[in-house]
């Protein structure tokens, strides 16, 4: 029987998804990692491979979009111009709907199927409500996403053409993530936001795959983006569930990054404050990562201080430097929000982080095709021609 | 070694990616499938999987995006809706750059550096630009991407983002395309355009995972979006090699769909014509599979007919049709041209093409993402509320 723990209160409740708060402090409850032994096993499917430290009584296919598997790509152009040691890029912008939030989605519509819950919702500004609606429509459960007022237009097609009922809210957005659980509770929806505990279950698979993936070898250390806390919350349950289970000795130091216009967790961790204090104003290009009141940053807070591990933030400039770095010399087009890692890696480097020579992960999110506005064209190469002037052209060019 | 034939004139020739048209008739022409023994090895890497049947001499990870191993998914609820056979979608969606044209890219890069070839270029009005700057950055390429007048900022952005030379040419794009070879010779760019014979050779590689992963099952018919053609001729390449080596005793059913707005080919196909005839005007929604005179569309009537498969056109309402069943009752949001995979699945029913109870494969090629202007807002179920007002209208919705 799966059951929820709060970490500061550590009193285990019977899960209920749509009462993922703990009574006494407030603060998300996590899944409560159960000791029993666990072994992975041969599937296709990771949550097939991974069940067994799954809240998943059964996993269903026709749930799953083919989520995960995504690839660990090197990044040789990088290290070698950089003299950085092996990183590695988890590409989590290879899942169905395009994000990292996927390989949550499925393991809550799984907790709803098995629960018989026959509405589910998400509060979004972006890929969390695009994936909600698109394993929503899988499983043919009646979806909500709340949004912001000025939620641009594409975002919200991006989502409603799963059938989602789109809901445009105004008024305030922590106010709104607050609400959407009385709403839930009265109209039966569940809705599973960032740090929802069975969500935060999903995130762990990204953790077992870079396991698997490099197996034997642990990474010196894993670089995600911080918004919520949910995503870098399952990577190190991931790694603590593994070393429980005698599958790893070491754990990988995490470094959880954040965007300097909106850095409310990693200012408490940089202040060694016990809390974290609600931003007041968050100005970034880092849209999907810019969240001024974090539900999961004070365990993230706890988490990484209990794991000896890091919470770093970045400028603007660093970010869409970072950017540029992915997309000119490996090939791959994340979002700014993403972007943060490699913007993150380089920052610790220079201040003296980097001690291993085993390979360093990164965990690369959202794609930046969701994102075009974010890239100044000034920066391309951009020209043109008529057909009669081309070779021409190109003589400068190639000159 | 690698040689190039001809399908109509069969005479084989060294292959020289910058000449890959037959001097005697014009058309495009393939990498010669030889008859010596192979087999298949394992390997996380497809290539390095199916190397024996690709003309690589060594698989290269500094050249690879991690691109293929897509998920092939069943469509559980349409499959029950509308009374199918078991339908698998092969997902190309997921590969690096977003599109199938990744596979493609891998292979023609790999031969550039086998070759020494210092520049690599493509002419596109989308995916393929982005999929070739994406690998050329990669290889640390110089990459120069022609595309129309009138393409849109945003697929300047997604390809330029790479460090590509991007260049809008005013004029005709079929004279584009042409010239892009003498412009190619005279300035040591290898143009790498949809029917570039080691293009094909990757798209190859999606019919040998389809055939994997299905093993020991062979799908009764594979559905492919036909534009220029070198997409199906590489699916179809690909079985007719694992039949001659005897992995596959029978083929698919192959079967191109074209848009009814611009099918040159599935129109040739239907008159029973020897040869396709360009279309005057090209008009439907599916832009990414709008070209009016298709390079390889000669190649395609005649595999088709040699291989007793199907062309089909179908009209944009049923193309919008599809692209909405998917996104809502399977949480898949393609792109139209892809979409036509399953409205040319429901017509063929219709038209009594359906035989056996073997599963049908289709490959859905783009991400819905790519091209959101595609979607008519008005079909979405979009709502706005004040905070106080959500509970009453979520009472409404859910009644």
Chains 1, 2 share one sequence.
Not at 168 to 174: F, K, L, M, N, T
Not at 228 to 242: D, N, S, V
Not at 371 to 393: F, I, K, M, Y
């Amino acid at each position: 029987l799966t059951r929820f723990t709060c970490v500061f209160c550590d009193e285990p409740r019977p899960a209920d998804p749509r009462n993922p708060f703990c009574p006494d402090c407030r603060e998300p409850m996590l899944v409560e990692s159960e000791g029993q032994r666990k072994s992975t096993r041969r599937s296709s499917n990771p949550l097939s491979r991974f069940k067994d430290f799954l809240p998943v009584s059964r996993v269903q296919t026709d749930l799953c979009l083919g989520e995960g598997n995504t690839p660990l790509l090197s990044l040789p152009n990088i290290s070698k111009r950089h003299g950085l040691p092996r990183i590695l890029i988890k590409n989590e912008m290879l899942n169905p709907s395009g994000s990292f939030k996927d390989r949550g989605t499925v393991v809550a519509v799984h907790t709803a199927r098995e629960m018989g819950i026959q509405r589910i919702g998400t509060v979004s500004t972006g890929n969390m409500g695009v994936s909600t609606a698109a394993y929503g429509s899988r499983a043919g459960i009646s979806t909500f996403v709340l949004v912001k007022q000025d939620t641009p237009r594409e975002k919200l097609i991006s989502a409603g053409i799963h059938g989602a009922r789109m809901i445009q809210v105004q008024g305030d957005y922590g106010e709104l993530a607050r609400l959407s659980y009385s709403i839930g509770k009265r109209h039966g929806i569940y809705f599973m936001n960032s740090t929802d505990p069975f969500r935060i279950e999903g995130y762990k698979v990204i953790g077992f795959e870079i396991f698997s993936q490099l197996r034997p070898h642990t990474p010196s250390a894993v670089f995600a983006p911080v918004s919520a806390g949910g995503h870098l919350i399952g990577l190190m349950k991931a790694y603590m569930e593994l070393q429980q289970q005698g599958f790893v000795s070491q754990l990988p130091h995490f470094v959880g990054v954040q965007a300097q216009g909106c850095s409310p967790v990693a200012e408490a961790f940089a202040a060694g404050r016990p809390r974290v204090a609600s931003s007041r104003t968050c100005r970034t290009i880092a849209q999907s990562i810019s969240n001024p009141s974090p539900p999961g940053g004070n365990i993230v807070l706890r988490m990484i201080r209990e794991l000896g591990g890091t919470l770093l933030a970045v400028g603007d400039e660093e970010i869409l430097a970072a950017q540029g770095l992915l997309a000119r010399e490996e090939g791959l087009f994340c979002l700014p929000a993403s972007a943060t890692v490699l913007a993150g890696l380089l920052k610790w480097r220079v201040e003296g982080g980097l001690s291993s020579r085993e390979p360093v992960v990164l965990v690369l999110t959202g794609s930046g095709q969701k994102n075009l506005q974010a890239v100044d064209p000034a920066g391309l190469s951009l020209h043109t021609a008529r057909l009669s002037e081309l070779d021409e052209l190109i003589s400068g060019l190639t000159a």
